[in-house]
């Protein structure tokens, strides 16, 4: 939740409590008035210097706001130190000074750091409903060394930190404390076309060394929302129309490895671009990109499947993540998952992923299909409705010999979301579509069509504490009967599987839907909860533009959660959560029951304490995917603790350290996650941070997939499990608009198959575990020798970023990637692995781009 936690709210009415005084008895003075939540902006007659210092003539006119209160840790306390804040605007810009007073400026904490990277430093925040609707707004902080941050927020709280605006900030540090001064263009900001306008403004400081967040106006923690809570800023009259265009081309030169048939080569390639941002109306923005490289974007981390369902990533790329909050529409988030699985209708990583048809073998295939172009229409009408248009084409991609391995293919999302009750309720829907121009290579595998429409709903109950919402989705993918054949057999579906035996190979469509129903209480000093039920039938299908695990899905899950946020003798804050959750597929089959508990400590010096664990498969439960298509297996109970401490991240070195372990199968099956991490700050300048995590798991019924020489061989086995990776990070700012990041991961995945079984199909559903299996003899050469694999990867990215001015930038990028699988463990420990790893021939890539932004 922003700011780390979520905004709620306490109203205390004990001044209106009837009084028990005897007749007679002087009267108590009256309790003091609440701070004011209201100020006026000044109009200035000549624009101020940005240079930190408020030695200008309108910051001498310009009233100041001092009211700031605690909200973090104890909510409405007074501050260890004052703070003081004027703003001011002319017909072009706003501004704002604030004066962070501290009696002792050396021990001020900050740190020098790229933009948009997160420092433990004293922070000053602006956060800005410049459209006054109480639901979205902008944000912008920096701290004292200038490192700005900036995001977008939508929904009354969710926040996009891939937004970057242009605007100004000058800092400075004096024998009162420090201070900055923002300028922040309204070129930059969404506004109504009316003469007089109110914002919505609240102003933030974080004091880092006494772990103290102040105000202005208050932040209610027990109080449901966050814009909602910003105060109000009128005298801003007469602002002139905002500059309609801007544009951003680029010239991108790029070094890459290349595979040929004579061997490695490298390839050299120059291309031009752009972004452009064109201002339809003062609230409605299109955003576009013609023939877009991401190639200043992190490498993935590594990773190695062993699952049936595909790895979820996060998408990195600017374009597609700024704004990607208003396309959001979530698909299997309960109260438990917090949405963390990433299943919704819109994952924009479909557009330009990897080409999808023939044989990865082929090295020579690219590693992602091009853009050839995008755009994005967003805003929000003065009726309170946000609006959201999102289109992209990808090119024809041809492999060996010709054949099509990618179509083109044209993507399409229209969100539209309509608020009522002034943004307590509102009601929404959203239509998506793929659309790919398949040819004879194609069609046999992808689908030609995929269409979903859904419709959302929120409504907050009067008092602002419960709420409710809920979601309608509907979904229809069309192909061949091949394409359509593949779908039903996929992990997210298993028609064929024989206890459920919905599949039919003459199938050119397949439709399915998902309904949602959650409530809640969102609001209190400390008492919280969420359930929530989802159905997904068997045929829901949205992969084609969003990302979904699991179709023919019932869920119920229910969180309660207890919150202490007031400073006590030793914590800071305390939180606890219990969880239950159960699981059924569409048809009623139990999949899992579980129970878990957590707490989150923060102490007063800082550190943090985190423990949990979770009972699971409590009663008679089946896994659904453990086959591979085949029946549905009866699963064991499992118990799941796990413990992590964060240290105190005001010093020169902050440790972490977390361990997960994990018990099942009657104790025949159980992994231990070891994942401490150091992060380190030099100098108040050099951040760096190194990440270990190793695994050690034991599974003694891996899947391994289907034999279908003779018959249906559902095949398991013993796995001996050993992984290790190393997640490295380096930076080093030369100014705020100045950095350069290193990134590198080196991974090893290996393990041993033994003991090669197969389910016994009559007997799946035995609750004697032992039972469920037996040796597999079908095929002698398989179960003697079941092999293994070792798998290695290392991914790298150094980058130097200088924003040579305002919203232009230059980036020299060095990306390195190596990788090799063996279909056994091999007999060298991690330190013989990494050096084979690194003894691997590299894909290198080098890439120098230069962005110049334009404002007309």
């Known amino acids: 939740m922003l700011l780390g ?48 210092r408020d030695d200008d003539a309108v910051w001498r006119d310009a009233r100041p706001i001092t009211e700031f209160q605690e909200w973090r840790p104890s909510e409405g306390a007074p501050p260890k130190l004052p703070t003081e804040a004027k703003i001011a605007y002319d017909a072009s810009a706003l501004y704002v000074f604030v004066r962070a007073f501290d009696p002792h400026p050396d021990s001020i904490i900050t740190v020098l750091a790229r933009r948009d990277y997160f420092t433990p430093s004293d922070m000053i925040w602006l956060f800005l409903d410049s459209y006054h609707d109480r639901r979205t ?45 923002f300028r922040i263009p309204l070129s930059q900001l969404r506004y109504g076309r009316q003469r007089h306008h109110t914002f919505g403004l609240t102003i933030d400081r974080d004091l880092y060394r006494y772990a103290q967040r102040v105000s202005w106006p208050l932040f209610r923690q027990s109080k449901a929302g966050f814009v909602s809570q910003f105060g109000d800023v009128d005298g801003f009259d007469d602002l002139e129309a905002p500059r309609r265009l801007e544009a951003a081309p680029y010239l991108v030169t790029k070094n890459v490895s290349q595979y040929t048939a004579a061997g490695f080569g490298r390839s050299q390639d120059v291309t031009i671009g752009g972004g452009l941002k064109y201002r339809v109306a003062s609230n409605l923005t299109l955003d576009a990109t013609i023939n877009p490289d991401f190639g200043q974007v992190e490498a993935d981390p590594a990773v190695l499947n062993l699952t049936a369902f595909e790895t979820f990533f996060r998408e990195q790329r600017p374009f597609f993540v700024q704004g990607a909050g208003i396309f959001r529409f979530d698909v299997n988030c309960t109260a438990v998952n917090d949405c963390s699985t990433g299943e919704g209708l819109v994952y924009s990583r479909r557009i330009g992923r990897p080409p999808e048809v023939g044989t990865f073998a082929d090295r020579t295939s690219p590693v992602f299909t091009r853009i050839l172009g995008a755009g994005k229409l967003t805003g929000r ?130 439709s399915g839907d998902d309904e949602s129903l959650q409530f809640g209480k969102v609001g209190g000093a400390h008492v919280l909860f969420q359930t929530g039920y989802e159905r997904r039938s068997p045929g829901f299908e949205i992969n084609d533009l969003g990302y979904l695990q699991r179709a023919d899905q019932q869920t119920w899950s229910t969180w309660v959660g207890f919150f202490d946020r007031k400073r006590r003798a030793l914590t800071q804050r305390f939180q606890w959560n219990f969880n239950w959750w159960q699981y059924w597929t569409s048809a009623g089959l139990p999949e899992e029951r579980a129970f878990n508990t957590n707490t989150h400590t923060t102490f007063n010096n800082t550190w943090s304490l985190h423990v949990g664990g979770t009972l699971g498969q409590l009663g008679e439960t089946y896994c659904y995917s453990c086959s591979r298509g085949g029946p549905a297996v009866r699963q064991d109970p499992y118990f799941a603790p796990w413990a992590g401490v964060i240290g105190d991240d005001r010093k020169a070195i902050v440790p972490y350290f977390w361990v997960n372990y994990w018990r099942g199968d009657g104790g025949r099956s159980r992994s231990i996650n070891l994942s401490p991490e150091l992060d380190f700050k030099v100098a108040s300048r050099v951040t760096a941070s190194i990440a270990p995590s190793y695994t050690r798991a034991t599974n003694d019924v891996q899947p391994r997939g289907l034999d279908t020489t003779q018959a249906h061989h559902y095949l398991f086995a013993h796995l001996e499990q050993k992984q290790l990776g190393v997640t490295m990070r380096f930076t080093y700012p030369f100014t705020a608009n100045a950095s350069l990041q290193v990134y590198a991961q080196p991974f090893i995945s290996k393990g041993t198959y033994s003991n090669m079984q197969e389910l016994d199909t009559a007997r799946a559903r035995a609750a004697d575990f032992a039972s469920r299996y037996q040796r597999y003899t079908a095929d002698t050469a398989v179960s003697n020798h079941p092999g293994g694999f070792n798998s290695k990867q290392f991914h790298s990215n150094v980058v130097l970023r200088w924003e040579y001015r ?51």
Do not use: C
């Open 5 to 52: 936690l979520p905004l709620l709210a306490a109203v205390a009415l004990a001044s209106q409590a009837p009084s028990s005084r005897p007749q007679g008895h002087p009267a108590d003075p009256p309790p003091p008035a609440p701070p004011p939540t209201s100020a006026t902006a000044t109009r200035a007659a000549q624009a101020p210097v940005i240079d930190g």
């Open 137 to 181: 707004g902008y944000e912008f902080g920096v701290n004292p060394s200038g490192v700005k941050l900036d995001a977008q927020i939508y929904n009354d709280g969710n926040e996009d930190f891939a937004w970057d605006a242009v605007w100004d900030v000058a800092t400075r540090r004096d024998s009162l404390g420090w201070t900055a001064e």
């Open 381 to 510: 009408s003065p009726g309170g409705m946000t609006i959201g248009v999102l289109d992209a084409v990808t090119q024809h991609v041809s492999g060996v010999g010709g054949a099509t391995i990618e179509p083109t293919t044209n993507y399409g999302v229209v969100r539209l979301r309509q608020d009522l009750r002034g943004g307590e309720s509102s009601i929404g829907g959203i239509v998506t579509a793929v659309n790919r121009d398949n040819d004879a290579f194609t069609s046999p595998s992808l689908r030609h069509k995929a269409y979903v429409g859904a419709m959302d709903f929120r409504h907050r109950f009067r008092g602002g504490r419960y709420e409710m919402s809920g979601s309608v989705d509907l979904s229809r993918v069309e192909g061949t009967d091949s394409a359509i054949a593949l779908t039903q057999r996929d992990a997210a579906h298993y028609y064929q599987r024989p206890d459920a035996l919905r599949y039919d190979p003459t199938r050119t469509s397949l």
């Open 806 to 856: 305002p919203g232009s930038t230059l980036f020299v990028v060095w990306s390195q990637g190596r990788q090799q699988s063996a279909g056994a463990e091999g007999t060298r420990g991690f330190r013989g692995d990494l050096g084979d790893l690194f003894s691997l021939w590299p894909d290198n890539t080098f890439l120098v781009k230069l962005s110049y932004w334009i404002n007309r």
